[in-house]
């Protein structure tokens, strides 16, 4: 991957990894933008993009994106805030609909057309798998270090119920994976690089995807 071109890098992770907090600095560190559910949504829902309105963007113009992020900016920004106050709001929802999939990968994809970014799930390993300028990263955890972090960021009392909505939401993740693209998250062909977080730090991670970028 070369940085001195438009990139995308992907973050896959498992919850409870540290995933989304190293894609968040490594944007940071690259000076790129960062992207997850929480934006996607807030397009969805504050700009109202939806597949039609995709496509009118799209025959106006090709690169639509920089447009559009004018207009985000002009409107106040992502309204991601009121996503990050939400309990579960990086779990695939069972309503989630096969047109509100691929809204969301039309938005990516118009993202990445614009501009370099990070991109933290949402089957982005898929997505950019034939991206001429990409980098697919998977973030893994030992089970325990997931359980202590969850119980921590969710305010989850007990090991056994922390566990227990980890493996949830596990499944969750990958019916969701599955179901839109066929393509199993677990399957570490689909990466470029795999990171396991065991007596790792979030900053550890990061300076592991720059020196492998080189």
């Not at 970014?117 to 030992?142: E, M, Y």
């Not at 570490?188 to 690089?193: E, G, I, K, Q, S």
Request: glycine residues 6%.
């Amino acid at each position: 991957m070369n940085t001195s071109e438009k990139f995308v890098i992907t973050i896959n992770r498992e919850l409870g990894s540290g995933g989304k907090t190293v894609a968040k600095k490594l944007a940071e560190k690259l000076g790129v933008p960062y992207y997850d559910k929480a934006h996607l949504q807030s397009l969805e829902d504050k700009e109202g993009l939806n597949d039609k309105e995709i496509e009118r963007l799209k025959s106006k113009k090709r690169t639509w994106w920089p447009d559009l992020k004018k207009i985000v900016e002009l409107d106040g920004g992502f309204a991601v805030s009121i996503y990050d106050n939400l309990p579960n709001y990086a779990v695939p929802e069972k309503n989630d609909t096969d047109e509100k999939f691929r809204t969301e990968q039309e938005i990516l994809k118009g993202i990445a057309d614009a501009e370099s970014c990070v991109v933290a799930g949402r089957c982005s390993f898929v997505t950019f798998k034939d991206h001429p300028n990409h980098l697919n990263v998977w973030i893994q955890s030992p089970l325990a270090y997931r359980v202590e972090r969850v119980m921590k960021k969710k305010g989850i009392a007990s090991k056994e119920e922390a566990e227990k909505f980890i493996k949830e939401v596990d499944k969750l993740c990958e019916d969701y994976a599955v179901r839109h693209t066929g393509a199993s998250r677990y399957n570490t062909r689909n990466y470029d690089l795999v990171i396991s977080m065991e007596g790792k730090t979030e900053e550890d991670a990061v300076d592991l995807i720059l020196k492998h970028i080189g």
